[in-house]
């Protein structure tokens, strides 16, 4: 029960990365999956197409922006840790959960990108840190 609390918790900070993160991932996949991941997407983004989910312009800046406020919230909680991790010295589900959100990004914008060195160096550099500290467990 705990888990589902901080996945209610957690998801709706960073609900902006989807409209990066969705048409980027579609480019990493292999065909076979395009067509099922492109029909069902574009499905739950209304209709509009992959190539126009990800904003442009002022509104851009905009959902950037919202996606950054929605890191430092997450960061607030982190900040009260007695430790790198958000209950100490040792991982736990919530440290997982926040890094393989954080490992996807890395891997699906690439680790050059400037949506990656933007999401690893917010806050201090912690999500950064954060996938560097969990790289042991993969």
Known sequence: ALQ???????????????????PALHGVLNPASQDYFRRTREKVFGGK????ITPTG??????????????????????KADGPFLLGEKPAFVDFAVAALLQNMKQVFGTRSSQWKDISSW?????????????GYE
Do not use: C, M
């Not at 197409?49 to 126009?52: I, N, Q, Y």
């Not at 806050?123 to 790289?135: F, M, Y």
């Open 4 to 22: 589902h609390a901080f996945n209610d918790s957690f998801v709706p900070h960073l609900f902006a990365v989807w409209q990066y993160l969705i």
């Open 49 to 52: 197409k992959l190539e126009d």
């Open 58 to 79: 002022d509104v851009d800046r905009e959902e950037w922006d919202k996606l950054k406020a929605g890191f430092d919230v997450i960061n607030a909680w982190w900040e």
């Open 123 to 135: 806050n201090g550099g912690r999500w950064g840190e954060l996938v560097t500290r969990l790289q």
